[in-house]
């Protein structure tokens, strides 16, 4: 009876590679996010983010630049692009629950979806909470998409009419809510890149069970992110929980990327689900025996070099660039 229930442990789904990098991880014993103060918590990310990817690509342009907010903040933000020409471009918002993460944490996975998409990627540096509670990334990461579309891009060089979001993780959930206010106001968009999204209010999926401990993203770091971020009596608002949307009609085509063994596998599969129903393209790929944040283990994990590329193919199919 032990051997069969041990066969069941969701850790045997793991594939060889992943498992290792989770034994070394645990080995090290690194203090969790959960127990750090969010400024702390902000450093030992950025330390340990590009660890297992690959070397930053050199790139024909890479240039900081500020993004104007709805309030007049001016918010950080860097162009890559991967030649001096008028590209179409990928606005890209990091990952990090809303409290940690920043162009540098991504900066690896910015380069390689320049590169391999021949488009721009224009990563926004959004405000963080606790600073910056609900919903001020939000408005941070629309106000960037609207400049884009307008005199951001002519400003940048950048062909903002053809223009897609995308963002993994936190960042994956502001990119759907960015596609769903850009038809709202009218934005043409050609593609929202998802990958491992959080789409629900309350973290309360099988999944969530299932991948609670020993699978890179603790259940106790999403309860610290989501207490960082917004109040409990504001979580079924749709624009932190894009599954709670009540019309997702008309919205930019999209590229899901999941991982099996992540708490947020079953809201991405469920949100790629109300998209399909109401009429939506939707281009789905489940990595197995995967983590959440596998995209950003290049150097241990080679799905994370796939998945890049199948971002890579749906945007430049998008965006019409041949090749």
């Not at 030992?44 to 630049?65: F, G, K, M, S, T």
């Not at 998802?194 to 401990?213: C, E, K, N, V, Y």
């Not at 596998?294 to 080679?302: D, M, V």
Request: charged fraction near 20%; charge should be negative; aromatic fraction near 6%.
């Amino acid at each position: 009876m032990r051997a069969i229930l041990k066969d069941l442990s969701p850790q045997r789904l793991l594939t060889p590679a992943m498992a290792g990098v989770l034994e070394r991880i645990q080995r090290i014993k690194r203090t969790q996010f959960h127990e750090m103060a969010p400024a702390d918590a902000r450093a030992a990310y950025q330390a340990a983010a590009e660890i297992l990817e690959p070397p930053r690509a050199p790139l024909a342009r890479v240039e900081n630049v500020q993004i104007p907010a709805a309030d007049g903040a001016m918010l950080p933000a860097r162009l890559y692009a991967p030649s001096a020409e008028r590209l179409p471009v990928l606005l890209y918002l990091h990952g990090g629950g809303f409290v940690i993460g920043d162009l540098e944490t991504h900066d690896s996975l910015c380069r390689q979806l320049a590169l391999r998409s021949g488009g721009a990627v224009v990563a926004l540096d959004y405000r963080l909470a606790p600073e910056h509670r609900f919903p001020t990334a939000v408005n941070d990461a629309f106000a960037a998409l609207q400049w884009l579309a307008g005199p951001g891009g002519e400003k940048l060089g950048l062909d903002g009419a053809r223009l897609a979001v995308g963002g993994d993780s936190a960042g994956g959930t502001l990119a759907a809510v960015c596609a769903i206010q850009a038809r709202d106001a009218a934005v043409p968009l050609a593609l929202q890149l998802l990958i491992t999204p959080g789409t629900t209010a309350h973290a309360d999926t099988p999944s969530h069970r299932r991948f609670a401990h020993g699978f890179l993203l603790e259940a106790e770091a999403i309860t610290w992110f989501f207490d960082h971020y917004i109040d409990k009596a504001d979580r079924e608002d749709w624009r932190f929980s894009p599954l709670n949307a009540p019309d997702v009609e008309g919205l930019a085509p999209a590229c899901v990327l999941l991982a099996e063994c992540d708490p947020l596998v079953d809201e991405g599969i469920a949100y790629a689900d109300k998209l399909r129903s109401a009429g939506v393209p939707v281009e789905l790929e489940l990595y197995r025996g995967l983590t959440h944040d596998f995209i950003k283990l290049g150097r241990a994990i080679k799905e994370a070099g796939l998945a890049q590329a199948a971002a890579a193919m749906a945007l430049r199919s998008a965006w019409g660039l041949r090749g």
